[in-house]
């Protein structure tokens, strides 16, 4: 008994013992390290439920990176000293003739380049040398390079973004890239207040094949201006962060709404570009772009453009409409789109463009038109002492300044950025033959209570005219001699109280 039941023990080891062996693949089947690389992919441990599957693991992030050419743009300045830090602040004390050259010059240590492959693929595939020619193409349909020969616009992605933002950015953009740009390759411009690191460049230059620029934000463009009361500003940010308004009590958020409301395009490298696509990291697109929105917007005059069209939250904009219509009043200026701004008192309905996403003309945003309105609002020192958001600014000069066909509603393009989701309807989709995949079981916000867009489909051309701004100041000055002779709970929510009061 003994004997047999040694022998079935001995047969089961046996027959188990192949099994494993044959999944596990013989050595000479295994990949072998090349010279290019100096570990094996499939030893590589699989990305953890922790780091969500999709972000590399502080290990994987410490291995170093294989490096991509980063270049020196051409025309600008190409030697400098050790330390860039103290560079830049004899730069910047220094007598220039023009702000272009200073901003230039105290940028140009922390601007870098990388060549796309596919500008370089593009080029080799019109070569005459029929071999090369051959191989571009194949490299193209390799790589997914889309060969792109039409004319194109003069256009540049614009992405402001943190070192921090990298894994969020990356998939914004691959989505970017698969959906509209593996097709059309537009350059990426992208800039912070602080240098890009190293990381931060290898790896976005590594998730596109288009052209890619680093810079820095010149000073000019992101601090407090000197008509700015420091302390009182502090006191600002503080009141709004007890009074719980998001973002309320950063000096950071301010420099940015500041920034893309009246600096973003002045940056001396967006100095010969005509259009912008903003483009922020975490945002997703749900539908593929078969053509080319920048051509679409200059073919069509188009001059703004948005998706999402939602209420601002009042307590970041306390005084912005009141010192609109003063700018109005001052400048003589009339409009026909400022109505689709306007509640039924005179007062501001809060709606705005969600800036997030913007297609839009940097050369519009560059006429003394825009910049009067930006430098009034400056000088009124909303920015800091509220909360003003590029998004409304941008909002109320296209109402002040465009008329509606210059504003153009991208349904088409499916997008979201937070908790706010826009996706054309069914019928959009099946009518346009859009390709989309758009998430399941998520509210377009179109249908929600807070969206504009209604009213924007709605809005007809109606001329505002100087009498009506000063009408609208008059109710305006009429609720504030009644809100002040209201008894007010806490000197803290007056402005609050003021504004929920003037909305009725
Ligand atoms: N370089 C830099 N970029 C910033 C800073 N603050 C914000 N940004 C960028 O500016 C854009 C807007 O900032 P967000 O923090 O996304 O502001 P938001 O969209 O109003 O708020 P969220 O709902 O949190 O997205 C994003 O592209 C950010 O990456 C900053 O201090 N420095
Ligand atoms: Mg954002």
Redesign the pocket.
């Known amino acids: 008994m003994l004997a047999i039941a040694l022998f079935y023990m001995f047969c089961i080891v046996l027959i188990s013992k192949s099994a494993i062996q044959q999944r596990i693949p013989s050595k000479t089947t295994m990949p072998q390290p090349t010279q290019e690389s100096d570990d094996f992919a499939w030893k590589r441990p699989a990305p953890t439920a922790a780091s969500g599957g999709l972000n590399p693991s502080e290990k994987d992030r410490q291995r170093p990176l294989p490096k991509l050419p980063l270049t020196r743009l051409p025309g600008w300045p190409t030697e400098f000293p050790e330390n860039l830090t103290e560079h830049r602040e004899q730069v910047l004390q220094r007598h220039w003739p023009t702000l272009h050259d200073k901003h230039v010059a105290e940028i140009a240590p922390f601007v870098w380049h990388h060549r796309g492959i596919a500008e370089e693929l593009q080029e080799k595939a019109q070569s005459p040398d029929r071999e090369e020619s051959e191989w571009a193409y194949r490299e193209m349909a390799r790589l997914g390079v889309v060969p792109y020969y039409g004319e194109r616009a003069n256009a540049s992605f614009v992405?402001?973004?943190?070192n921090r933002?990298l894994d969020e950015f990356r998939t914004s953009m691959r989505q970017l890239e698969d959906r509209f740009n593996r097709k059309y390759h537009y350059p990426y411009l992208f800039?912070?207040?602080?240098p890009f690191s190293d990381e931060f460049m290898q790896m976005v230059a590594a998730s596109t094949t288009s052209n890619v620029t680093f810079a820095l934000i010149p000073r000019d463009h992101w601090s407090l201006p000197d008509f700015i009361d420091e302390q009182r500003a502090e006191r600002a940010r503080k009141q709004m962060a007890a009074n719980n308004v998001i973002?309320g009590g950063s000096l950071?958020?301010r420099?940015?709404c500041r920034f893309?409301s009246g600096f973003f395009y002045k940056h001396p490298l967006l100095r010969n570009v005509d259009w912008y696509w903003r483009v922020?990291?975490?945002v997703d697109f749900y539908c593929d772009i078969d053509y080319d929105p920048f051509k679409y917007m200059a073919e069509n005059g188009k001059l703004y453009s948005f998706v999402i069209a939602l209420k601002e939250l009042e307590a970041t904009v306390p005084t912005l409409w009141e010192h609109t219509l003063k700018y109005m009043k001052e400048r003589n200026v009339t409009s026909e789109l400022l109505q689709y701004f306007v509640g039924r008192t005179g007062n501001y309905n809060l709606c705005h463009f969600w800036s997030?996403f913007e297609i839009a003309s940097l050369n519009w945003l560059r006429t003394p038109e825009y910049q009067s309105y930006f430098e009034y609002l400056d000088q009124a020192q909303g920015f800091f002492m509220e909360r003003w958001?590029d998004a409304p600014v941008h909002s109320l000069a296209a109402g002040l300044l465009l008329r509606r066909d210059q504003v153009h509603f991208f349904d088409d393009i499916a997008y979201r950025?937070?908790e706010i989701t826009h996706c054309p309807d069914t019928t959009s989709s099946v009518e346009l033959g859009l390709k989309c995949q758009c998430p399941l079981g998520v509210d377009n916000f179109d249908n929600h209570s807070d969206s504009c867009l209604p009213a924007w489909k709605s809005y007809e051309p109606n001329t505002w005219s100087l009498k009506d701004t000063e009408e609208a100041l008059r109710l305006m000055r009429l609720r504030k001699i009644r809100f002040m002779n209201q008894e007010p709970r806490i000197v803290a929510d007056r402005r609050r109280w003021y504004d929920v009061f003037a909305g009725i």
């Open positions: 992405v402001l973004i943190r933002e800039l912070n207040d602080e973002y950071s958020y420099h940015m893309n922020e990291p975490g997030n958001g950025h937070a």
